[in-house]
């Protein structure tokens, strides 16, 4: 499964963005996918993932009631949706996918490039 990120981008504080993560790969639909983000100076965290139907997701909870992942099996594609953005939510966001339901990176064997997402106060 190969993996590209995009829609990061520098909005201000309550705006919104849309990330996307386009998938290659004929097994694309038996994944779960998730995003994670990093901080400078701070390790990989866990965002957000959904199941391969698309009916199961989790979210961290700094992020909960504000973001929310989804994904278009018909696009190979996973989104994640971000609203009320804050400063902390600057990063780079990342998106994987994994065989197993799990919110540790390490379990997750394929990653897109990551994309940045800034948000000013």
């Known amino acids: 499964v190969q993996l590209q990120a995009s829609g990061g981008g520098l909005v201000q504080a309550g705006g919104s963005l849309r990330l996307s993560c386009a998938a290659s790969?004929?097994?694309?639909?038996?994944?779960?996918m998730g995003w994670f983000r990093q901080a400078p100076g701070k390790e990989r965290e866990f965002v957000s993932r959904i199941s391969w139907s698309g009916g199961s997701t989790n979210y961290a909870d700094s992020v909960k009631g504000r973001f929310t992942i989804s994904r278009d099996i018909a696009k190979n594609t996973v989104y994640l949706q971000m609203n009320s953005l804050r400063p902390e939510d600057t990063a780079v966001y990342y998106c994987?996918?994994?065989?197993?339901?799990?919110?540790?990176?390490?379990?997750?064997?394929?990653w897109g490039q990551g994309t940045l997402v800034t948000v000013s106060s």
């Open positions: 994987a996918a994994a065989s197993i339901y799990s919110t540790t990176p390490t379990e997750y064997g394929y």
């Open positions: 790969g004929r097994t694309f639909p038996g994944y779960i």
